[in-house]
């Protein structure tokens, strides 16, 4: 230590040891309160809200994966039902068509019986009056003939009533 | 490239000073040409004289030649008497490249910007019999070597250090013009050297005593007359720091409050340091319990990087904070209370009692454990200031080469070689002793941690 005789800066001064005491204890005390602290803390909390924030991307991703799966399964469900319903659908339209259709057969077999009964009616009755017009024609014929002929006799008469009666027959 | 401009600008100023001592010289002659002997029987004067030749170059042999014929009325002082023995300011003009650095590394009362600008600090002066005394080293008038013009009651100022005039008998107003200062090398009776300090007031040299230094002896210093207790260079840029760094750190750690964001503008410059310190310092070595010590850490290694760049900027007068032992001493000191009190049941049963050791090997291991734990905050103080005052001597010698090529600005042509010599080395200086801020300031951070690990460990006796 002799070499450094003299040598100022090595000198202990009681004047600058109690300034750098006093200096070095606020420069701590006031650096730890309002920056090393608040730097501690914010640099936790930041490096927890990173963790947190990859634990939430990995729950996310997660989620993710199983939200696919599930509309996966969604869509195939949704695709039976729809293959499904076209089956129905297709189904009920062919019985309205074949229900319509026979339908539409019976109401034609409806009408044609009913006409055809009509014109049978009609037919009758045309026929029954022809047969009375050429009755009363026949009569008037034979009127005039037996007038003529009555004039000759009762006989006649007897024979025309027998022949009208055998057409009568008809 | 910065520091090359700073090197640049540090040895033209060098050269700008260079050419006033030039013009000083010149008058000089007048006064000194003829009066170079200088009676070195009795003792020896305390300063180098090799650069003191302005009509030759070599002081020693011209000397004897001259020695009968030029017996002038200036030669060293004589001083029968401590007190008011007669006495002639001394023009020292020589350039003592050892005496400059130390004088640049010192701690001072006044602040020298480049030998241009001289900012008066506050003095404090502790004496037993008048007290405190309160005033401004203004008062002083500092000078060139930051000598005072002036003295104030009983104080002058040498070198930039206040001083007291000790002689009882001494009479003045209370501000006295100061002629100048005069240094004594004396052997004692062991052959140990010592100096004497002599203020010329009046014709008359007064023995003057530096402050109390707490050295016990031993270093050159001791208990004198006063205590200065002022607010010194390194004080005021201890604060001057402390305070920047408050600031810088405030206005980062006003970031942190709040959702957590990406950092921005200052914080992106601190947060990398702040963490780095913290995962690869205090964590390694603290683990769980980091978090307690951690301001501890932080504060030490921040106030002793601060101070480090600080003392690296050019021009602010080499300030040399973390190089004083003092400032040293007291972290170190602070350290040591803080391990000790900290410290566990294991790590005192490691000093006094190591487990699984038998009785006569923990006879000598003892004391060295205990040793050990004294030597650990003295290397801590002594790495610090040997690093950093090595540095800064360093670079003040390699800036002296102009100087000393120069012929301390009587050669032009030899100063601009020195400048030439000078510029590369200093570059390559300071960008060395820009690591060696980080690294002691690391340094000293990572052996508190491991100090603090130590003492707070709880051990499961694996011995």
Known sequence: MIFLAGFAPFQPSPGLALWSLIIFILFWLLMAKYAFKPMMDGLKKRESSISDALAQAQTAREEMANLKAENEKILAEAREERAKMIKEAKDTSTSIVNDAKNKAKDEAQRIMTSAKLEIENDRNSALTQVKNQVGMMATNIAEKILKKELAGGAEHTTYVNKLVDEINLN | MRIFFFSLLLCLSANLALSQADAKSSHD??????????????????HDHSG????????????????GESHSNHHANVYTSDCGSSAQPIHHEGYDPTATALHHIN???VWNIMDMVRIPLPAIIYNKT????????????AGHHDNGHYGFKDYVLYEGNIHRITCPEFKADEKFEVQGFDKVSLKDAEGKEYDKKYAIVNGKGYLIEQKTIWDGGLLGGGMTGFYDLSPTKNVVSMGLVSMLLFF?????????????????GIQSFVEPVFQFIRDDVAIPFLGDRHERFLPLLMAIFFFILGLNLWGQVPFLGNVNVTGSLTVTMVMALIVFVI?????????????????????????????????GMFIKPLTLMLRLAGNITAGHIAILSFVGLIFIFGKAGT??????TGTALAIPLTMFMMAIELIVAFVQAFVFTILTASYL??????HDDHH
Do not use: C, Q
């Open chain 2, 248 to 264: 810088l750190f405030r206005s980062a750690a006003k970031k942190y409050s709040g959702d957590p964001t990406a950092p921005s």
């Open chain 2, 453 to 458: 690990g130590a003492a707070t460990e709880e």
């Open chain 2, 52 to 67: 003191h030749n302005h009509d030759h170059t070599d002081h020693k042999s011209n000397s004897v030649k001259k020695g």
């Open chain 2, 130 to 141: 008048k007290g405190i005394e309160l005033f401004s080293t203004s008062k002083f008038d």
């Open chain 2, 107 to 109: 701690d001072a009362n």
């Open chain 2, 29 to 46: 002659k007048h006064d000194h040409s003829g009066h170079n002997h200088h009676d070195h029987t009795g003792h020896n004067h305390g």
């Open chain 2, 411 to 416: 050669n032009m042509a030899g100063s601009l």
């Open chain 2, 339 to 371: 391990v000790n009190i900290n410290g566990n049941k294991d790590y005192w049963k490691h000093i006094f009692n190591m487990p699984g050791t038998p009785w006569f090997v923990k006879i000598i291991l003892t004391p060295v454990e205990l040793l």
